[in-house]
């Protein structure tokens, strides 16, 4: 046994204090005595044989009753009592330590008094105390030391009237309770009126929910007016309110006026995140939901807020580490499904932030416990389809990490969307959804093509590449503009897939020198724009690409006038009298034509008459030298790219 004994300033151990001789009652019981401890006393041992020590009139107690050395005894010890010194902080007295306090091993006032306490080395707090504290000093009786002596810290004095939460409540739960009362007032009122709700609620469960399940659909709450369950009511109506049908349903209270999509929509995300933010919701299976589809259907308002998305699904990953939900359960699990399915969600998220918002991935199959066919196979076949997309997903994800860019162009191999619907049993789905997910198997189409290691812009790429993407491209213009106008589910990988197309476009309009495919890209260029116009009170990211597709097109088709004038189509247009829409020529049509499009921005036209003068006539160097044009060219050309598309508010901010 190891017995470590103090040492003094010098490094010298100190020596044994001499033991005092027990009272003559303490003797004859052959008990301890604790009447001649200094340390009870404070004063030091009687000498034998010398006068006892008499107190001054000013501490000696009032009445003394004889000692009792019964250990049962409640009776105090009789000792001088200290006068009693005044708290600085609120003029009261403070009591009297008692004996029995510092013998059961309680903080004496006096500090000297008592023993430091040791730490070893191979406690983890000794190297926190050496570093820290002041009352620490550093064991001598070895070479280099084997641990500190701490010395004891008195206590604060605690005060009743103090308004100061107490030393054990945190910070955060003293913000906590502060919130609690504006939530009640103010963020958890904020949601649909019941009759608004049920058609927002309709519309979610019919068109949303069976593609992403993070939520059950229950045919009555049990607890309507919980803070849980109306969570789950505010972010249902914040995924219905993309529908145009949910126009008319946009009301936060009973009697309130009809809100627009971007006012609705704001006020339910802040009164979410708030409210999430303020702890009031502590089941962690219903925080891992909750944020997961925030993270989905929440919009940003402004440049500060657009890498919250990305935020909420870190969150919602966090918790399901938290929870162990990546881990496979047993077949007799009471709640298997439901694990499993929630868990297929968070992996479907994290792989569609990492798309949209250049994010590393959070969930590694390395460190997942499922089996993930296994996990695909057993889900409702909406829901299955939307995984198989995925799963294409992250095999194109790959090819965009840093480090495994291959110089050459890479195709990935993509199955056919039809034999995909008949693997996941999804004939049975609406066409609506099938169109949906349609768009969202395009837009991986498109990516895949995409060469890593060659984003320089080129006029001739890849055969295979162009033709997929060119294709895609088309398609998604054609179901959401021509098919399914109106009709879709209205989920965040509709505008993404929009932009998708929109890039295409740009690229063959900036880049091709055929004037005939430069026009048709510059159609499609415009009819992509339009798209993502109507849907920019729905979704951030359609107005960000909206500002910059109305800036080119204006600063193109003033150099497109600049250029006519300068060949001379303008004098030409002159000699050419207007004639009725149904009576011009073909020349006269075709001239005109030119001309209405050099003068109007807003009209689509055709440039062939200044691109026959000049074929070899490049648009984009005649632009304004103060517009940016790199800028543009980096956002929408890298929109292919994963890692640029984190960066949408830097060029929203850039562009104005």
């Known amino acids: 046994m190891v017995k470590f004994v103090e040492s003094d300033t010098t490094g010298l151990p100190k020596k044994r204090q001499a033991v005092a001789q027990a009272c003559e009652k303490c003797r004859r019981r052959k008990k301890r005595c604790i009447h001649t401890d200094p340390k009870v006393h404070g004063d030091p041992?009687?000498?034998?044989?010398?006068?006892?020590?008499?107190?001054?009139?000013?501490?000696?107690?009032?009445?003394?009753?004889?000692?009792?050395?019964?250990?049962?005894?409640?009776?105090?010890?009789?000792?001088?009592?200290?006068?009693?010194?005044?708290?600085?902080?609120?003029?009261?007295?403070?009591?009297?330590?008692?004996?029995?306090?510092?013998?059961?091993?309680?903080?004496?006032?006096?500090?000297?008094?008592?023993?430091?306490?040791?730490?070893?080395?191979?406690?983890p707090e000794a190297i926190l105390m050496e570093a820290t504290s002041l009352c620490s000093r550093r064991d001598v009786s070895a070479p280099g030391g084997v641990?500190?002596?701490?010395?004891?810290?008195?206590?604060?004095?605690?005060?009743?009237s103090s308004s100061v939460p107490s030393v054990q409540s945190s910070s955060r739960r003293a913000v906590q309770d502060m919130l609690r009362s504006y939530l009640w007032n103010h963020c958890l009122p904020?949601?649909?009126?019941?009759?608004?709700?049920?058609?927002?609620?309709?519309?979610?469960?019919?068109?949303?929910?069976?593609?992403?399940?993070?939520?059950?659909?229950?045919?009555?709450?049990?607890?309507?007016?919980?803070?849980?369950?109306?969570?789950?009511?505010?972010?249902?109506?914040?995924?219905?309110?993309?529908?145009?049908?949910?126009?008319?349903?946009?009301?936060?209270?009973?009697?309130?006026?009809?809100?627009?999509?971007?006012?609705f929509c704001a006020c339910l995300s802040n009164s979410v995140l708030t409210t999430m933010d303020a702890g009031i919701v502590t089941d962690r299976v219903w925080l891992t939901r909750l944020s997961a589809a925030l993270s989905l259907y929440t919009q940003p308002t402004n440049a500060e807020e657009a890498d919250t998305p990305a935020l909420l699904n870190s969150r919602a990953v966090h918790q399901m580490h938290t929870l162990g939900i990546q881990m496979a359960v047993d077949d007799g699990h009471q709640k298997r499904d439901m694990i499993r399915t929630i868990f297929c969600c968070l992996w479907a998220l994290d792989r569609i932030t990492s798309a949209f918002y250049g994010r590393a991935c959070l969930i590694h199959e390395r460190d997942v416990g499922w089996d993930l066919d296994d996990?695909?196979?057993?889900?409702?076949?909406?829901?299955?389809?939307?995984?198989?997309?995925?799963?294409?997903?992250?095999?194109?994800?790959?090819?965009?990490?840093?480090?495994?860019?291959?110089?050459?162009?890479?195709?990935?191999?993509?199955?056919?969307?039809?034999?995909?619907?008949?693997?996941?049993?999804?004939?049975?789905?609406?066409?609506?959804?099938?169109?949906?997910?349609?768009?969202?198997?395009?837009?991986?189409?498109?990516?895949?093509?995409?060469?890593?290691?060659?984003?320089?812009?080129?006029?001739?790429?890849?055969?295979?590449?162009?033709?997929r993407r060119s294709l895609a491209a088309e398609r998604i213009t054609s179901i959401i503009s021509e098919e399914f106008a109106g009709q879709l589910s209205y989920m965040p990988f509709i505008p993404y897939a929009v932009s998708l197309s929109l890039s295409v476009s740009y690229r063959k309009m900036?880049?091709?020198?055929?004037?005939?495919?430069?026009?048709?890209?510059?159609?499609?260029?415009?009819?992509?724009?339009?798209?993502?116009?109507?849907?920019?009170?729905?979704?951030?990211?359609?107005?960000?690409?909206?500002?910059?597709?109305?800036?080119?097109?204006?600063?193109?088709?003033?150099?497109?006038?600049?250029?006519?004038?300068?060949?001379?189509?303008?004098?030409?247009?002159?000699?050419?009298?207007?004639?009725?829409?149904?009576e011009r020529s073909q020349v006269q049509s075709e001239e005109v034509r030119a001309i209405e499009t050099a003068q109007n921005a807003s009209e689509v036209g055709s440039e062939y008459m200044l691109f026959d003068a000049v074929p070899d006539l490049d648009v984009f160097g005649h632009f304004d030298p103060t517009f940016d044009l790199g800028a543009v060219d980096a956002a929408l050309e890298g929109n292919f790219d994963f890692g640029t598309s984190a960066n949408w508010f830097d060029c929203q901010q850039q562009l104005g």
């Open 45 to 123: 041992p009687p000498v034998v044989g010398s006068p006892p020590h008499k107190l001054p009139e000013a501490e000696m107690p009032q009445q003394l009753s004889p000692p009792v050395h019964h250990r049962t005894s409640s009776k105090p010890i009789p000792i001088p009592t200290p006068t009693p010194t005044p708290s600085l902080t609120t003029g009261d007295t403070q009591p009297p330590v008692s004996p029995i306090i510092a013998q059961n091993g309680g903080a004496d006032k006096r500090g000297e008094a008592h023993s430091s306490a040791f730490y070893g080395d191979l406690n």
């Open 147 to 160: 641990g500190i002596w701490q010395a004891p810290i008195p206590p604060r004095p605690r005060t009743q």
């Open 375 to 467: 996990c695909i196979r057993a889900q409702a076949p909406p829901f299955r389809l939307l995984l198989t997309i995925i799963n294409l997903l992250d095999k194109v994800i790959s090819l965009y990490r840093p480090g495994t860019r291959p110089s050459k162009p890479v195709l990935i191999e993509l199955p056919i969307f039809e034999q995909m619907i008949l693997d996941a049993e999804a004939l049975r789905m609406p066409s609506y959804c099938l169109a949906s997910l349609e768009i969202f198997y395009h837009s991986v189409a498109i990516l895949s093509t995409q060469s890593p290691g060659d984003i320089t812009s080129s006029a001739l790429p890849n055969p295979a590449t162009n033709s």
């Open 510 to 582: 900036r880049h091709s020198k055929v004037p005939m495919f430069r026009n048709r890209g510059k159609k499609a260029f415009r009819k992509n724009m339009l798209l993502l116009k109507s849907m920019d009170d729905m979704f951030w990211k359609s107005k960000t690409m909206v500002v910059m597709a109305e800036q080119v097109l204006n600063e193109m088709d003033k150099a497109v006038a600049s250029l006519a004038q300068e060949n001379g189509l303008m004098e030409l247009s002159k000699r050419v009298e207007p004639a009725p829409q149904g």
């Open 190 to 263: 904020c949601r649909a009126p019941a009759a608004d709700y049920a058609v927002l609620r309709r519309i979610y469960f019919e068109k949303m929910n069976p593609i992403f399940p993070i939520f059950e659909d229950p045919a009555t709450s049990p607890a309507p007016d919980e803070p849980t369950d109306i969570l789950v009511q505010q972010v249902i109506s914040l995924a219905a309110a993309a529908d145009p049908e949910a126009v008319q349903y946009l009301r936060v209270s009973p009697n309130g006026p009809l809100l627009s999509r971007q006012e």
